[in-house]
C-alpha cells in the first residue's frame, strides 16, 4: 500500500461521522467501513468485531471477503484466538503465518483457511475494549509497521462513532425486544465455549440436572388402581437391578476406578431407614408415590443444610433415587440407562457420575461454567468423551432432544446444524482419524530430523489409556496419576484395591517403564469423603507429598501396593511438589521402610525401585543440584512449575495472558535443571503440556533433554514435531531464547524461529491438526 493509498484512507475515515449518518444504522455502517478499509488497503479480507453487553465475548458484524453469513455467528471469547488476545492486551497483533502462531483458533465453514497474514487491531477508548478490527491476506508477511499506524488512527476515529451509535442502538433494540413478540426471537444457532476433552459428535441434547421430581408427577400417567406396598417393593427391586446392571457396564469399561461409583445409591436404596420410612408410610395408610416424595425431600434437606462437603454431594444421588423409584413405580421406562446418541447437558458433574454417563454410552457433554474441575477435565479426556465447557454460567435455552453439534476441538457448539455445516464436520471426523493411522502413530521408535533418539512415554490418568498407549507404540509410562481411584471413590481404597490396579498396569507395559506418581490431590482435586479445615487457597496448602507425608498411613499403604506390584518391573515411584531436599529424604526414607517391612513379611520386592521427584516449585530449582545427587531421576513438571513461577492460577482467565511457558525466569529454571541432571548423571524428563508446545519444544531439546511424557492422545503429533527438528538448530535457537529478557521479543523470535526450523512434513500435518483445533 503506497503512501498515497494510506492519506486517502486516513482522509475518509475523517469523514465517518458523515458516513454513519448517512446509513440506516449501526451495522449498514461498519458495513461501509469494512468496504472503504479492504480497497484502500488492499486486503482481500477484513472483518470488524464487537464487544457483547456480557464483556466476554466478541461478535463478527461487518466483513469482506469471508462468507456472508460468518456476519453475527462468528463468536469469539475476549482472549481467544488472536482476535481475542488482541482486544484483551490491548494491542495490535501482526502475524505473518497465522495457521502457525499458537494463539490461531480456526473457524469452520467461513472459508479463511487460505489467509495466512493476519493483522488484528484493537478498538478501544483508552482501557475500554469497544471491538476488534482485523485484516487478512494470502500472501504471508503482507502486512506492515505502516498498516499498523494507519489502522491505529481508524480505530480510534472508529472508537468515537460506535461508542456514540452503539449507545444509541442499545436503546433502539431494548425498545424493540419489550415490543417484539417472544415467537418471533431468532432461534440460538451457535454456542461458544471452552474445548475441555477433544472430540466431534453430533447427537441430540439430554438435560441432566438434578431430577425435578415435582416436574415428573405433575406429567405422570394416570393409573386407575391405587398403589400398594407390593407395588412399591417391585420397584425397588427394578431400582436395585438397574444400579447394579450399570455397575457392571462401568466395570467393563474402566476397571481400575469402577469400584463403589453407583455404591453409594445401593446402600442408601437398601438402607432401613430410607426404604423401611417409605414402606411404613405406605402401610400407615400414604400413597407410594407421597411416601417416596416426603423421604426422599427430607434426605435432601438434611444433606443441603450439612456442613460436610460428602454428604451435600450425594443430593444428586437421592434425587436421582427419587426418581428412578417414581419412574418404576408408574412403570414408565425412561431412565435413561442408555444415553447412546446423546450429548449430555450438565450445570455439574462429578467424577462418578461422568465414568456412568460413559457406562451409558453418552456421545458428549456440554458443561456449564463454574460446574468442572481440573481432575474431571482430565478424566474426560481418558474415556474420550468430547465435552465443552460454556462461558457463561447461565441457563441454555434449547430443550431436551434438539439436535446439537459438538465440536469440542474447537469448543463450538451448532444448534440444529445445516447441511453445509454437517459436511465440513463429517470431513473433519475423517481427518482425525487419518491423523489416528499416520506414519508417526505407528513408530516404535522416535527420532528427530536429523536422527537424534528421542524416548517418549505417555501420561496415563486410567487404565483404559492403555490400550492408546500400546496403539501408539509409547515407550513406558513417564506419568501414571495415581490419584483418580481415589478421587471417585467413597472412600481411601484399601491396599489390596490399589494392588490390583499397579498389577494391571505392570502387566499391560511389559518391559517397559512405569513411573508412578504418588497421590496428588488438594489444590482443584479435592476428596469428597477427607475434610480437613477448610483452606484459603488449597493449591499452596496441604497438597500432594504435604498429604502424603501428613498421613503416613495412607501413604504408606500406597507405596506398599506399588512395591508389592513392582516385582521385577521397571517401576519408579515420583513424588511431587517436592519444596526441598528434606521432603526428598523423607519420602524416599517411608519407600525404604516400606521395602524392609515387605520383605520381613516375605513379599518379594524389587532390589531397588527408583525414586525421584517432580520438579514444579521454584524452591525445588533452587536446590536442584542437591536434588539431583539424592535422587535417580527427575521430572519436570511445566504446568506446575509455570504457575508457580510466576504466581500464576493458570485455572483463572482473569490472569491467564500471565501465564507464558516460554518466559525467561521459566526457561532459565528449565535450563538450571538440566545442567544439574547432566552433571550428577540423573535421568530427567519434561512431563507437561509445554512438551507439545511447537515454541517451546525445539528448547528443550537444545538445552539436552531427550525425554518427553505426553498426553497420550498426541502422540503422533508430538513425533511430527520432533521429525522437523534439527538439534544443532534446537541448540542455537535455545542459547538465542536464553538471552532474551523480554517477553514480547521472545514472542516475535518464537514465531520466526518455528517457521524456520519446521519443515514441509511437519507443517502438512499440524495444519491438519489445526484444522480440527486438537493442537491449540
Not at 448517512?22 to 455502517?29: H, M, P
Not at 474445548?195 to 466431534?200: E, L, Q, R, T
Not at 519434561?686 to 508446545?693: I, K
Request: aromatic residues 6%; charged residues 30%; hydrophobic residues 40%.
Amino acid at each position: 500500500m503506497t503512501d498515497r493509498d494510506h492519506l486517502d484512507l486516513v482522509y475518509d475515515i475523517s469523514e465517518f461521522a458523515n458516513l454513519f449518518e448517512s446509513s440506516q444504522g449501526l451495522d449498514e455502517f461498519l458495513d461501509n467501513v469494512v468496504d472503504m478499509i479492504s480497497r484502500h488497503m488492499k486486503a482481500e479480507v477484513c472483518s470488524i468485531y464487537l464487544l457483547e453487553d456480557s464483556g466476554s465475548e466478541i461478535v463478527m458484524r461487518a466483513n469482506r471477503g469471508l462468507k456472508p453469513d460468518a456476519i453475527g455467528r462468528v463468536r469469539l471469547r475476549v482472549g481467544e484466538g488472536i482476535t481475542g488476545v488482541a482486544l484483551r492486551e490491548l494491542r495490535p497483533i501482526n502475524v505473518g503465518h497465522a495457521s502457525h502462531h499458537p494463539d490461531y483458533r480456526f473457524v469452520p465453514g467461513i472459508d479463511e483457511e487460505s489467509y495466512e497474514a493476519f493483522l488484528a487491531l484493537p478498538i478501544a477508548r483508552g482501557l475500554e475494549r469497544i471491538g476488534v478490527l482485523v485484516l487478512q491476506d494470502r500472501q504471508p508477511d503482507r502486512f506492515g509497521p505502516e498498516d499498523i499506524k494507519t489502522l491505529r488512527t481508524i480505530s480510534s476515529q472508529l472508537a468515537r462513532t460506535i461508542e456514540g451509535a452503539d449507545l444509541l442502538l442499545s436503546i433502539h433494540q431494548a425498545e424493540a425486544r419489550d415490543e417484539k413478540p417472544r415467537a418471533e426471537l431468532e432461534p440460538l444457532k451457535f454456542l461458544r465455549g471452552t474445548p475441555a476433552s477433544g472430540g466431534i459428535v453430533l447427537g441430540k441434547a439430554a438435560l441432566l440436572d438434578a431430577p425435578d421430581i415435582e416436574a415428573f408427577l405433575e406429567q405422570a400417567p394416570e393409573r386407575k388402581e391405587p398403589f400398594t406396598v407390593e407395588d412399591f417393593n417391585r420397584a425397588l427391586r427394578e431400582t436395585e437391578q438397574q444400579l447394579e446392571e450399570l455397575q457392571s457396564q462401568v466395570e467393563e469399561q474402566l476397571d481400575d476406578v469402577a469400584g463403589l461409583i453407583f455404591n453409594a445409591h445401593l446402600l442408601i436404596l437398601k438402607d432401613e431407614e430410607f426404604s423401611g420410612s417409605i414402606r411404613r408410610m405406605i402401610e400407615g395408610g400414604m400413597t407410594p408415590r407421597q411416601a417416596v416424595v416426603e423421604v426422599v425431600n427430607r434426605y435432601v434437606q438434611f444433606f443441603t443444610k450439612s456442613r460436610n462437603a460428602r454428604l451435600r454431594e450425594k443430593i444428586h444421588d437421592i434425587k436421582d433415587l427419587g426418581h428412578r423409584l417414581l419412574h418404576n413405580l408408574f412403570g414408565v421406562n425412561d431412565d435413561h440407562s442408555d444415553y447412546s446418541g446423546h450429548i449430555i447437558i450438565a450445570s455439574e458433574v462429578l467424577p462418578s457420575e461422568l465414568l456412568s454417563l460413559s457406562a451409558q454410552n453418552a456421545a458428549g457433554l456440554l458443561m456449564m461454567r463454574g460446574g468442572v474441575s481440573a481432575h474431571v477435565n482430565i478424566l474426560a479426556r481418558s474415556i474420550q468423551m468430547p465435552m465443552v465447557v460454556l462461558d457463561e454460567p447461565r441457563s441454555l435455552p434449547v430443550e431436551e432432544g434438539t439436535e446439537l453439534l459438538l465440536d469440542a476441538y474447537q469448543g463450538t457448539v451448532f444448534v440444529e446444524p445445516d447441511d453445509d455445516v454437517r459436511d465440513r464436520y463429517r470431513e473433519l471426523t475423517r481427518r482425525e482419524h487419518s491423523v489416528r493411522t499416520s506414519p508417526w502413530a505407528k513408530q516404535e521408535e522416535t527420532y528427530t530430523g536429523d536422527a537424534v533418539r528421542v524416548t517418549v512415554q505417555a501420561n496415563i490418568n486410567l487404565l483404559s489409556d492403555l490400550r492408546r498407549a500400546s496403539g501408539y507404540h509409547a515407550e513406558g509410562v513417564g506419568l501414571y496419576r495415581s490419584e483418580f481411584p481415589f478421587l471417585i471413590r467413597d472412600d481411601f481404597p484399601m491396599e489390596d484395591e490399589q494392588l490390583r490396579i499397579y498389577r494391571q498396569l505392570c502387566d499391560s507395559m511389559g518391559t517397559h517403564e512405569i513411573t508412578i506418581r504418588t497421590l496428588d490431590i488438594g489444590g482443584d482435586k479435592m476428596l469428597s469423603y477427607y475434610a480437613p479445615n477448610e483452606e484459603s487457597n488449597p493449591f499452596l496448602g496441604l497438597r500432594a507429598i504435604r498429604f502424603s507425608l501428613r498421613n503416613r498411613d495412607i501413604f504408606r499403604e500406597q507405596l506398599r501396593a506399588i512395591l508389592r506390584a513392582a516385582e521385577d518391573r521397571r517401576v519408579r515411584i515420583m513424588f511431587p511438589m517436592i519444596s526441598s531436599v528434606d521432603d526428598y529424604v523423607e519420602a524416599a526414607d517411608i519407600v525404604r521402610e516400606c521395602e524392609r517391612e515387605l520383605r520381613s513379611e516375605g513379599v518379594a520386592t524389587p532390589a531397588s525401585v527408583e525414586l525421584g521427584p517432580m520438579v514444579e516449585l521454584p524452591s525445588a530449582v533452587e536446590v536442584v543440584h542437591e536434588l539431583a545427587e539424592h535422587a535417580d531421576f527427575m521430572s519436570i513438571g511445566t504446568n506446575d512449575l509455570i504457575q508457580y513461577m510466576l504466581a500464576v492460577d493458570r485455572t483463572n482467565e482473569q490472569v491467564a495472558n500471565f501465564y507464558v511457558p516460554h518466559h525467561p525466569a521459566v526457561l532459565r529454571a528449565v535450563k538450571k535443571i538440566a545442567e544439574a541432571a547432566e552433571r550428577n548423571g540423573t535421568d530427567c524428563s519434561v512431563c507437561g503440556e509445554a512438551a507439545l508446545d511447537p515454541g517451546m519444544l525445539p528448547f528443550f531439546l537444545g538445552v539436552g533433554l531427550r525425554k518427553f511424557s505426553v498426553d497420550v492422545h498426541r502422540i503422533p503429533e508430538f513425533r511430527a514435531m520432533l521429525a522437523a527438528l534439527d538439534i544443532e538448530q534446537c541448540r542455537e535457537a535455545a542459547e538465542r531464547m536464553l538471552s532474551v529478557a523480554m517477553i514480547c521479543e521472545l514472542d516475535e523470535y518464537i514465531e520466526r524461529m518455528k517457521r524456520e526450523l519446521y519443515g514441509e512434513s511437519y507443517s502438512k500435518f499440524i495444519e491438519e491438526y489445526r484444522r480440527q483445533g486438537a493442537a491449540g
